[in-house]
């Protein structure tokens, strides 16, 4: 049984984790935290996310928390980064679906998993990392005799764009292509363009409503285009990923993995 403590308990991912962990047989939420001028430090978690009481009272720090095996975190990059400077210092492994982050807080990631293991992803649900590996036969098969587009929306509290999946695509593909990333990306386009170059991928990016999130990679050639599309109706389906990530990541020896890993599609 893997014990499991959640970050941010009560935000909307923190409450739909506690119900996932709360649904898994294999796993056991044993700690989850809030702000501490929170109203709800002491409060059942179980109660907060609306699942039952289950016993465990929110607390406002890890070093409040009760013993666990793992660390879910979806919460700010620096939040993040905080949160894995503890679990460094005490021994912790650590799930991160946070996205945004710079390249200095990705290295500093990359870092502590000299010392602990982490699962670090740009998207936890199952179907998207598939799409990963769906992505990258396709850019090998096509190469450049396609334009590739990638679409992405989501709601409007989102703070970062494009979001960590859509740049995971990208970052799939680039390397497929063998470019990079950095210096083939175009991100939204306004006035008088030109000509598209072909071995550019473009990013557009919408923020509407309550979309969860959408996902469309565009192959397009002319007389015909493939699109490889996901679309997630709740987040419950990140939440999932991300507790299938903590149960395989126990005992495991310290390293970065990725939702790939977890799935065995490396």
Not at 59 to 81: G, K, W, Y
Not at 182 to 188: H, I, M, P
Request: aromatic content about 4%; proline content about 2%; some cysteine.
């Amino acid at each position: 049984m893997t014990k499991i403590a959640i970050v941010g308990a009560a935000g909307r991912m923190g409450k739909t984790l506690i119900e996932a962990v709360q649904a898994d047989e294999q796993s056991q939420l044993t700690a989850g935290t809030v702000l501490p001028d929170s109203s709800l430090v002491g409060v059942d978690a179980g109660e907060v996310a609306g699942v039952g009481k289950n016993e465990v009272a929110l607390v406002s720090s890890l070093d409040d928390a009760a013993d666990f095996d793992v660390l879910i975190d979806f919460t700010t990059t620096d939040a993040t980064m905080s949160h894995l400077d503890w679990c460094v210092a005490n021994n912790k492994s650590i799930v991160i679906g946070t996205t945004g982050f710079s390249d200095e807080q990705k290295q500093r990631i990359q870092t502590a998993g000299e010392t602990v293991s982490v699962v670090f992803a740009p998207n936890m649900s199952v179907g998207v990392n598939l799409c990963f590996k769906l992505l990258d036969m396709a850019a090998r098969v096509l190469g450049d005799t396609v334009d590739i587009e990638v679409i992405e929306a989501h709601h409007r509290h989102k703070i970062d764009a494009p979001s960590g999946t859509a740049l995971g695509m990208g970052e799939v593909l680039a390397k497929a292509l063998d470019r990079d990333l950095k210096e083939c990306a175009v991100y939204g386009r306004e006035g008088v363009t030109g000509e598209r170059d072909r071995k550019t991928i473009g990013f557009e990016t919408i923020r509407a409503g309550d979309i969860v999130g959408e996902h469309t990679v565009m192959f397009a050639d002319i007389g015909e285009r493939i699109e490889i599309t996901h679309k997630a109706s709740s987040r419950m389906t990140f939440a999932k990923g991300a507790i299938r990530a903590a149960n395989w990541l126990t005992g495991k020896p310290a390293k970065v993995y990725s939702m790939q890993d977890v799935l065995d599609l490396n």
